[in-house]
T-cell receptor, first 113, second 111 residues
Framework: DAGVIQSPRHEVTEMGQEVTLRCKPI?????LFWYRQTMMRGLELLIY????????DSGMPEDRFSAKMPNASFSTLKIQPSEPRDSAVYFC???????????FGQGTRLTVV | GNSVTQMEGPVTLSEEAFLTINCTYTATGYPSLFWYVQYPGEGLQLLLK?????DKGSNKGFEATYRKETTSFHLEKGSVQVSDSAVYFCASANTGNQFYFGTGTSLTVIP
């Protein structure tokens, strides 16, 4: 299995631009998590989905952030407009719903200048 | 509510030293417990897990035992190597629910 695949690995964008991060979960996994990691705040859960349905989005910082999961094999996290304080590494993770361990992607390092 | 507390870092050890990273949890019900490891520039990798009380998870020389009476899941390794330098995260999760991660402990092993 290829594991959780995230794209792009690195993104540099200007303040005010729209940014879209992508995630392909492991086939057969039906829970998907988006995390943000910074030095200051550590690892933060932004949102997670079960069977493509958002279960808890209380970690989404503000309305500039949105996440979708149109099908079981794809999810996006969008930031519009982006701000410098959004600079972080964003991780996607997936899990089979009847298990507890999750598998993480390699992350997308976002820099907003 | 659920939470995980782990030992603050950073931790610096000499090669072949004994490692302990403390982790305690609070939870409703009986969660599974995990240790994840993050090498520089990479995502989190599952290192080991335990699903019920008194279970011992082990992998690559690392061990942790699920202690219900002390609500702990301390990570240990008898002899660390330079290649073990990484950030270690303790976590808990119930089936179908979100993960609760500790803040991470940075380990540096010097030759």
């Amino acid at each position: 299995d290829a594991g959780v695949i995230q794209s792009p690995r690195h993104e540099v964008t200007e303040m005010g631009q729209e940014v879209t991060l992508r995630c392909k979960p492991i086939s057969g996994h039906n829970s998907l998590f988006w995390y943000r990691q910074t030095m200051m705040r550590g690892l933060e859960l932004l949102i997670y989905f079960n069977n493509n349905v958002p279960i808890d989005d209380s970690g989404m910082p503000e309305d500039r952030f949105s996440a979708k999961m149109p099908n079981a094999s794809f999810s996006t996290l969008k930031i519009q407009p982006s701000e410098p304080r959004d600079s972080a590494v964003y991780f996607c993770a997936s899990r089979r719903q009847d298990t507890t361990e999750a598998f993480f992607g390699q992350g997308t390092r976002l820099t907003v200048v | 509510g659920n939470s995980v507390t782990q030992m603050e870092g950073p931790v610096t050890l000499s090669e072949e030293a004994f490692l302990t990273i403390n982790c305690t949890y609070t939870a409703t019900g009986y969660p599974s417990l995990f240790w994840y490891v993050q090498y520089p520039g990479e995502g989190l990798q599952l290192l080991l897990k335990a699903t019920k009380a008194d279970d011992k998870g082990s992998n690559k020389g690392f061990e942790a035992t699920y202690r219900k009476e002390t609500t702990s899941f301390h990570l240990e390794k008898g002899s660390v190597q330079v290649s073990d330098s990484a950030v270690y995260f303790c976590a808990s999760a119930n089936t179908g629910n979100q993960f609760y991660f500790g803040t991470g402990t940075s380990l540096t092993v010097i030759p």
